[in-house]
């Protein structure tokens, strides 16, 4: 039998050259989270279990979309031990993700841009006012005053 150790460690090199670095680590931490919680090898873990470490992150404060994300990661993970022929059972195939309200973009208000814009003619010699919202660097690109 193949310890839980072993098993994140071929997933993770499984899936290294098709998600970001960041993102495997997140997920290996998130299925790590979860036998911690459990107490139990990965090959264990029951359907009961999983939404029982849910209902744990939701009631500890997680956000829903940090949620999301752990049970992405988790889903991933048993996919992989499924189809490598690891496990004979997914517990986690009929977990639904919870759902997350999109967020709406925020915009910059007219005084906002135009503050902006003259801190930005101005060679930036100052720092804009805090109730100027910064757009991120690649918004700046091509963008001309």
Known sequence: MITSETCLQ?????YRFRLDAKTIDLYQRA????????????????????????????????????VKNKLAGVKLFYKYCLEEGIITHNPVA??????????????????QLEHYESWWKGGYKKEPSSSCCMLPECALENWSP
């Not at 873990?45 to 744990?56: E, G, K, S, V």
């Not at 993700?97 to 973009?105: A, G, I, Q, T």
């Open 31 to 66: 299925v790590g989270q979860l036998l911690t919680y459990c107490e139990k090898p990965f090959d264990e873990i029951t359907t009961r279990d999983i939404r029982n470490w849910l209902l744990y992150l939701e009631t500890n404060q997680y956000n829903l979309r940090t």
């Open 10 to 14: 071929k997933f993770k090199d499984s």
């Open 94 to 111: 009929f977990i639904p993700f919870p759902e997350v309200e999109d967020s709406l973009p925020h915009y910059l208000e007219v005084e």
